[in-house]
């Protein structure tokens, strides 16, 4: 008697539709990683803007929204214009800038367009080394992965 079952169940499928689960497949896999060094590359031009004195550019990091938060000691700041204008009051010059670097990052993703990202801040300027940790939101949208929350403290 025959077997109803085939040692080969996939030689039947048609070869677009076997495609098609290889295509899914291989995207899954590959979109965490791709997504952390994204995010990784975000925060690297956060890093180099800061540097050279560019708040701005530091910005372009932050989703350009109202929603957009930063929480830090007991305050909480609302949208990406008033995050923008409060590090622009409390960064006047180069010198207060300092030179800033990260370290110790943990990107946990939360979702195929969330992520986690925790790590260490430090800054050193001529008189002081001013240091924290930071839990950061990021969120993929139309512009990429964007920092729709930062808790800094």
Do not use: C
Not at 14 to 41: C, E, K
Not at 73 to 88: A, C, E, H, M, N
Request: hydrophobic share 40%; proline share 3%.
């Amino acid at each position: 008697m025959k077997s109803m079952i085939s040692s080969r169940p996939l030689a039947r499928l048609p070869a677009w539709f076997l495609m098609v689960i290889a295509f899914f497949t291989v995207n899954a896999v590959a979109a965490p990683g791709d997504s952390a060094a994204q995010i990784r590359t975000v925060m690297s031009a956060q890093v180099a803007a800061w540097n050279r004195g560019d708040i701005d550019g530091f910005m372009e990091g932050y989703a350009r929204s109202g929603a957009t938060e930063f929480v830090s000691g007991d305050r909480i700041t609302r949208g990406w214009q008033t995050v923008r204008d409060r590090y622009r009051k409390k960064y006047r010059s180069r010198e207060t800038m300092g030179r800033l670097t990260f370290s110790e990052i943990k990107i946990t993703p939360l979702g195929a367009d969330a992520a986690m990202v925790v790590g260490r801040w430090r800054l050193v300027r001529q008189h002081d080394k001013p240091h924290g940790i930071f839990t950061l939101l990021f969120r993929r949208n139309a512009s990429g992965w964007r920092i729709v929350h930062d808790h800094t403290s």
